[in-house]
């Protein structure tokens, strides 16, 4: 199984809004709404921010939201702070009764 | 409080043995599956497995299939990962986490780094 596609690296300025996308296919994010975000800093372990495509954890800011249109799934921060520097990763589950990660995506505040 | 703790970093010589371990407290540890996922120095996530610890019910990725094994031990909370000759390329971070929420992975240790080098 390959591979999610992510956009390797994003940037915005404190208080913009942007978007990382994460493709796939239709036997997994397009098959199934079980697409989760996750945030890892440097050097500590991933943090999920987005489960089933839309719904956040509690303690995850509401400036995170995420949605899926066809085999592409978004994440959007809203309101960028410095804190959001980070790397993000998608995951879906597949048709196989696996899961499958995207290649990540460097968020870089400005 | 919910969590998942890994045992130490491990450095290994190419060919030997290892298991690395993953325990949980602060829920019914038997009830929810396990995965273990794998990041190479300075790359992405790479999901390799998962394990219903109550029957020990385990489903590989294509990509780790015959070259890991993933076993459990509900009576005490307890996740393994485990390869029998360790090679170059195993160098990495492995991570255990686990389903508590949703179709998503939201509790995760801490990581255990494992070196293999001769």
């Known amino acids: 199984q390959s591979a999610l596609t992510q956009p390797a690296s994003v940037s915005g300025s404190p208080g913009q809004s942007l978007t990382i996308s994460c493709t796939g296919i239709?036997?997994?994010?397009?098959?199934?709404?079980?697409v989760s975000w996750y945030q890892q800093h440097p050097g500590k372990a991933p943090k999920l921010m987005i489960y089933d495509v839309t719904n956040r954890p509690s303690g995850v800011s509401y400036r995170f939201s995420g949605s899926k249109s066809g085999s592409t799934a978004s994440l959007t921060i809203s309101g960028l702070q410095a804190e959001d520097e980070a790397d993000y990763f998608c995951?879906?589950?597949?048709?196989?009764?696996?899961?499958?990660f995207g290649g990540g995506t460097r968020l870089t505040v400005l | 409080e919910v969590q998942l703790v890994q045992s130490g970093a491990e450095v290994k010589k190419p060919g030997e043995s290892l298991k690395i371990s993953c325990h949980g407290s602060?829920?019914?540890?038997?009830?929810?599956?396990i995965a273990w996922v794998r990041q190479m120095p300075g790359k992405g996530l790479e999901w390799m497995g998962i394990?219903?610890?109550?029957?020990?019910?385990?489903t590989y990725s294509p990509s780790f299939q015959g070259q890991v094994t993933i076993s459990a031990d509900k009576s005490i909370s307890a996740a393994y990962l485990q390869w029998s000759s360790l090679k170059a390329s195993d160098t990495a971070i492995y991570y255990c986490a686990t389903q508590n929420i949703g179709n998503a992975f939201d509790i995760w240790g801490q990581g255990t780094m494992v070196t293999v080098s001769s």
């Open positions: 394990i219903y610890p109550a029957d020990s019910d385990t």
């Open positions: 239709s036997s997994d994010v397009g098959g199934y709404n079980y």
């Open positions: 602060g829920y019914n540890f038997a009830i929810y599956w």
């Open positions: 995951s879906s589950h597949t048709r196989s009764n696996t899961w499958v």
